[in-house]
């Protein structure tokens, strides 16, 4: 029988973190704040039991002490398994004791912005490497391979970082030829270095939810509460100041949900076995 292994999930969104709950042990929400994620990561990772490497079921336990679902430190503890269930998930390694050192595996997931011209919303990339500025870091060779076997059609690439948004054509365009990455997220890197500096597993799947000769309206950028939470009223606002970027925002959330239909088709991956 197969071991459930520990998986912590880092996202910018609670829509993502509902998405990849069922599979995830935990997740993460960054909210657009990378101090913020780095400190709420370490928390998590800080408070996880030890995690059995001979053969007891890993992933029982959850972050901190607190019931199931409770926000800690933007953690999001998801439900125990059934005890019953011991069937090996194929989209990750049978054993955390293969690829880390007994605290689980570290996923960041959820949508990107493409830099790479031809890539289109809804687009899978599994995250070969995350580059940040003189940073690079690598993902598990043996856990993306299982994913790429997953999850058939999704692209392999590298991921740049950023602190912000990268809206405009321009910004896409420089990110692009400064890291050959073909997309962007504001997570991945805080993900990437905790990871090697716990000596986590570490992968990366993202979905595409702008492409790179679209530019971002004011009211997208500014769209994200600090909890991961839209901030509808930040959107109005900036609509009210510019009601003719409507059609472009309307855009931007057509693309955004083929992004996050993407992401759900990703999940299943991890909870097929679940």
């Given at each position: ?135 690079r870091w690598t993902t598990n060779a043996d856990w993306t391979a299982r994913l790429a076997a997953a999850l058939p059609g999704a692209q392999r690439a590298d991921v740049a970082a950023s602190d912000a948004m990268i809206g405009s054509v321009a910004d896409k365009e420089a990110l692009y030829r ?97």
């Open positions: 029988m197969g071991e459930r292994s520990p998986l912590i999930a880092v996202v910018g969104m609670v829509r993502e973190a509902k998405i990849i709950a069922r599979a995830a042990t935990a997740t993460v929400i960054g909210g657009g704040d990378s101090k913020a994620l780095d400190a709420r990561l370490e928390a998590a990772l800080a408070a996880l039991p030890p995690f059995p490497l001979d053969g007891g079921r890993a992933g029982d336990g959850g972050v901190g002490s607190e019931s199931p679902n409770e926000t800690r430190l933007g953690a999001k503890q998801s439900p125990s398994p059934d005890p019953r269930e011991h069937t090996p998930n194929p989209a990750l390694p049978p054993s955390p004791s293969r690829l880390g050192r007994g605290k689980g595996f570290l996923l960041s997931f959820g949508v990107c912005g493409a830099l790479a011209p031809g890539l289109k919303a809804g687009d899978l990339i599994l995250g070969d490497a995350v580059i940040a500025g003189s940073e400064a890291t050959g990455a073909k997309v962007v997220d504001m997570e991945s890197h805080i993900a990437a270095r905790i990871a090697a500096r716990h000596g986590l597993a570490f992968a990366v799947v993202r979905a595409v939810s702008d492409a790179a000769d679209h530019t971002l309206p004011a009211a997208a950028l500014a769209g994200l509460r600090p909890d991961g939470q839209p901030d509808i009223t930040a959107v109005l606002w900036s609509l009210a100041k510019n009601p003719a970027q409507l059609p472009a925002l309307l855009r931007t959330a057509r693309e955004a949900e083929a992004g996050f239909r993407a992401l759900e088709r990703a999940a299943g991956a991890f909870s097929a076995a679940s």
